[in-house]
């Protein structure tokens, strides 16, 4: 938990080092701004209210840690920012279904947007958007538990 705070720490001291440096520069509305390895920029968790930041720190390593770009592994991820119950349910939905258990296929989004979507007393949901590069996007309804921000569901929207 330790290692995470200072991460942020720095991501977040970078961030205003880079704006004060006018190296973060606004990106027209619609358009959508990859980093070399499409990852979203750091400015939009920056902006965001604390279940909004936690979902996207979440899906951010978690997308790293399935392309092999860091040391921990997915499962070690999931421990980390979801709750035991959860990551049951998802190792059972995985083995039913073959496919990841947070992407829910077997390919890996290029791109995702996070949003608050609603609050009750103690937890906040945040809709996650995934998008891949044939254009295929999804919803992702997540709920964090605002105590310790620990992630306790992972919801497919319905079809509308």
Known sequence: MLSTLRFRAV?????ALLAAAGGLTATPAGAVARS???TPPVSQ??????AETQVNAFFEEYRLAVL???DD???TVRQKYLSPSLNLGLDTWAARSGADPVFRTRS???AWSVREA???PGYASV???ESWGDGTTREVRYTVRLADRRITALDDEPPH
């Open 11 to 15: 991501l977040v001291g970078i961030t």
């Open 36 to 38: 070399p390895s499409d």
């Open 45 to 50: 968790a920056v902006r965001a209210g604390p």
């Open 68 to 70: 092999g770009e860091i």
């Open 73 to 75: 592994s997915p499962r």
């Open 108 to 110: 890996i989004p290029t």
């Open 118 to 120: 609603g609050a009750a």
């Open 127 to 129: 809709r996650l958007g």
